[in-house]
């Protein structure tokens, strides 16, 4: 693939909070540890002194959740490497979208992958893992049960509830699974062989990149929940994340930020087979959301002790979870994710959990070679992709057009004649003139609609040029949403296999600009 990198602000597709953090705004050094270098993390190394115990239980976890797993050797080697002290994560994660869902998906993956490299190449002298944390306990089904190929929506409609990680690939998915004959075999396999949706996308993950060494983790696991459970408790009985987001958030809001993220008092669910509900104080003891269970104070202490996998995490306490049973120094996310992160800063110097750094994911768009072809033709640049639409249709038709479309010479004659010839009139009848700038108004209204009438006349005359730039936008702005957040990896990858290889060739974790990316397939 050929490469071009566009700057982020000429996108129009990131918020000015994310941008100031990536280029170093001061006032928001406060809510973050380290900034986004490669130079950062020698402090980041330093800082992280990560229990041998804690350890020990994550590669005994790992190895259990990888059992049935057929693995590269890269994969069980940094498993196995996650044991010495001298071996860090560096980590994206995302929701179990089905064939993957969106492309940034698979690019959130591989800038974590380059992330790994990059820092061996830096710090020798340590191991660093890829990891991507499966978010098997959200239960948002409606957001991960599609996915989009060939402009058309492909979904699994399932009666399952709770945790998504949990849902059984039943008759439902079997004939799901039998509607998309197109998707590749290593696909079909992950899901067919697969008793529920978690182990499925651990299975296509794997095939994908665990020849780069990338560890898949599900948090969801009792031994791991179990080095929580002092977050668990202090959530529940004395609502710290809550006062220190809560206080984070409303600094931010002070210098102009929004909030991504809003805290609640308490900031877990109550997980069991197929539920997934808020936890709530209550007058007496705790309730969960939409059902009947109901806990004294001392019955949920007793809870959290002998059943802490039964406690998830939401959007405040995940980061801090995952900090917490990895030995990490990096999360990789999209621009959302990344500012969010900002909000949490002082629930993690609460619970004494060093910060990590904070780094977004490259973000990439994909030219097929139809695109590059239009593009030539109405002589297109690479930024040109990103301008608005109308806006450009308006100024190519104006630089385009066999005469003045907006016919501004002769509305300016004509508001001339207006003004001077009421004020003329004025010394005859004051009230006039008030007349005669009724008159200019509904003369140069006429004026308007003669120039739309002209406007459209060019538009008709140019409609060729003009089709072409709506197709190059539909084709990458599908629904007026980025190609990244639309478009399948399927869409690239059966015309071209080596897609992945390609990405992790391009993909530099550290170039915080949009790539632009020409398809060779």
Not at 9 to 27: A, C, P, R, V
Not at 222 to 241: C, G
Not at 363 to 385: C, T, Y
Request: proline share 5%; glycine share 6%; with cysteine.
């Amino acid at each position: 693939m050929k490469k071009h990198c566009v700057e982020l602000h000429l996108t129009g597709q990131f918020s000015q909070f994310f941008l100031d953090y990536i280029n170093g705004k001061e006032e928001l050094k406060p809510f973050y540890e380290h900034s986004p270098t490669i130079e950062s993390f020698r402090e980041a190394i330093a800082q992280r002194n990560f229990p041998g115990h804690n350890r020990q239980v994550l590669v005994e976890v790992l190895q259990n959740q990888y059992a049935d797993l057929e693995v590269a050797g890269s994969v069980s080697g940094n498993i196995e490497s996650l044991a010495s002290s001298r071996t860090f994560t560096v980590t994206t994660g995302h929701q179990l979208n089905l064939f993957t869902g969106p492309l940034y998906f698979i690019y959130k993956i591989v800038s974590t992958i380059n992330l790994a490299k990059r820092l061996s190449g830096e710090y020798p002298e340590f191991r660093f893992v890829p990891v991507y944390w499966m978010a098997t306990e959200d239960h948002d089904f409606e957001e991960i049960n599609y996915f989009r190929f060939d402009g058309r929506k492909h979904q699994w409609k399932s009666k399952q509830t709770g945790a998504v990680g949990d849902f059984e690939l039943d008759a439902s998915f079997r004939e799901f699974l039998e509607s998309v004959p197109f998707a590749p075999e290593f696909f079909q396999e992950a899901y067919s062989t697969s008793k529920n949706l978690g182990e499925a996308v651990r299975k296509y993950v794997n095939h994908l990149f665990g020849a780069e060494g990338l560890v898949v983790v599900d948090g969801d696991d009792p031994r791991l929940k179990r080095e929580f459970t002092d977050v668990v408790l202090s959530d529940l009985f004395e609502h710290k994340p809550f006062e220190k987001a809560t206080a984070s958030s409303k600094a931010l809001e002070e210098l102009g930020y929004g909030s991504q993220i809003f805290p609640r008092e308490i900031n877990l669910f109550y997980k069991d087979k197929g539920v997934r509900e808020r936890i709530e104080k209550m007058e007496s003891g705790f309730g969960v959301v939409n059902t009947e269970l109901r806990f004294t104070d001392d019955e949920m202490k007793a809870l959290v002790k002998e059943h802490p996998e039964r406690f998830s995490p939401n959007v405040v306490l995940r980061p801090l979870y995952q900090e917490i049973i990895l030995p990490n120094l990096a999360y990789l996310g999209g621009p959302a994710e990344v500012v969010y992160w900002l909000q949490l800063k002082e629930v993690f110097n609460h619970f004494q959990v060093p910060f990590p750094v904070l780094l977004p994911r490259n973000f990439a768009l994909i030219l097929p070679k139809k695109v590059l072809r239009k593009m030539e033709q109405i002589n297109w640049e690479m930024e040109d992709l990103f301008i608005d639409l109308e806006q450009w249709k308006k100024a190519f038709v104006k630089a385009e057009a066999s005469i003045d479309v907006e016919l501004t010479k002769q509305k300016e004659v004509v508001s001339a004649l207006f003004d001077a010839k009421g004020k003329e009139a004025a010394h005859l009848e004051k009230s006039l003139e008030n007349s005669f700038e009724a008159g200019k108004v509904r003369a140069l209204k006429i004026w308007d609609q003669m120039a739309r009438k002209l406007r459209k006349a060019e538009e008709r005359r140019l409609h060729v040029q003009i089709e072409r730039a709506c197709c190059i936008h539909e084709i990458l702005k599908p629904g007026g949403s980025p190609q990244e957040r639309v478009v399948n990896m399927m869409q690239f990858y059966l015309s071209n296999p080596e897609l992945i290889s390609e990405l992790l060739a391009c993909f530099d974790p550290l170039d915080f600009r949009m790539m632009v990316l020409e398809d060779g397939a």
